[in-house]
């Protein structure tokens, strides 16, 4: 196995992009450890390396590059298999329930496809998009369910109202 210093400038961006991936779905899994949620740190490392892989694997295919038609097309196939793909593991961890709470985990889910786009982005090596869209992303997890009872106070709906359609406890 070659040592990292070995490694040619091709292998060392695609070694970036994917760590990159695995890291910004571990941190945003992260928040969903901490709330108990059915997803954590390794699903969604696991999701967001996995979008990042196949989006790599095109992005680097012999060739693709001299082509950019095939590969705009082939690209647009990836994001919309792997967005659609990554919706079902999404919908896996919606539960719906006979309690007053109804449906649960929605954050959650869509945690899992926002993740799977990050991957994506990774791949892509839009960095400024990966950094916005990881920080938008933790801030909504972080400070939503806040808000969102400081909003219903603010516009005058039930507190229990409120709290029953937050899905980040």
């Known amino acids: ?8 400038g091709e292998t060392l961006d695609i070694l970036l ?8 779905g571990m941190v945003l899994g992260l928040n969903r450890d901490l709330k108990g949620k059915p997803t954590g740190a390794r699903t969604l490392a696991l999701v967001s390396l ?35 793909g990554v919706g079902f593991i999404g919908a896996g961890v919606i539960v719906r ?10 954050t959650t889910a ?21 950094w916005i869209g990881a920080g938008l992303t933790l801030f909504v997890l972080l400070a939503g369910s806040s808000l969102e009872r400081a ?7 039930a507190p229990e109202k409120a709290e029953a359609e937050d899905d980040g406890r």
């Open 97 to 106: 329930g006979r309690s007053p709470d109804g449906v649960r985990n929605l």
């Open 110 to 130: 869509a945690t899992v496809w926002v993740t799977a786009a990050l991957g994506i982005a990774c791949a892509l090596a839009a960095w400024e998009v990966v």
């Open 151 to 157: 909003a219903a106070w603010l516009l005058g709906a």
């Open 1 to 8: 196995m070659p040592s990292m210093l070995s490694l040619s």
């Open 17 to 24: 992009r994917l760590v990159a991936a695995a890291l910004v």
């Open 50 to 84: 996995g979008a990042a892989l196949v989006a790599v694997s095109m992005v680097h295919y012999p060739g693709m590059a001299e082509h950019p038609d095939a590969m705009s097309r082939v690209l647009q196939g990836i994001i919309q298999g792997v967005m659609t």
